[in-house]
């Protein structure tokens, strides 16, 4: 079964930096891009970056110059180097995987870890 397992999260103080990470099992089909996806409380989810190849690239624009995202090798696993972060950031923050199945693409999600950024 497919599992998306992310951690990092935690408390930051405004200005400081986190690395989340997502670890993906039980794809056997082809990866077609990772995410990151958040959720700030009382609001709905958003996308926050993306990527189909290590050099492939995609933010919102309000991370965008103080985030990165990045996959290894295998592309099974996706990370989020976040800096300079500001109490906006705090949310449910979730990996999100794209996958061949039955001849299409899939979406799994992972379950979400917390960020959040206070003083």
């Known amino acids: 079964q497919v599992q998306l397992v992310e951690s990092g999260g935690g408390v930051v103080q405004p200005g400081g930096s986190l690395r989340l990470s997502c670890a993906a099992s039980?794809?056997?089909?082809?990866?077609?891009?990772m995410a990151w996806y958040r959720q700030p409380p009382g609001k709905q989810r958003e996308l926050v970056a993306t990527?189909?190849?290590?050099?492939?690239?995609d933010y919102a624009d309000s991370v965008k110059g103080r985030f990165t995202i990045s996959r290894d090798n295998a592309r099974n696993t996706v990370h989020l180097q976040m800096s300079s972060l500001k109490p906006e950031d705090t949310a449910v923050y979730y990996c999100?995987?794209?996958?061949?199945?039955?001849?299409?693409?899939?979406?799994?999600w992972g379950q979400g870890t917390q960020v959040t950024v206070s003083s």
């Open positions: 999100n995987v794209i996958h061949e199945a039955a001849g299409t693409y899939v979406s799994s």
């Open positions: 990527t189909s190849t290590p050099r492939n690239t």
């Open positions: 039980g794809i056997n089909s082809r990866i077609r891009a």
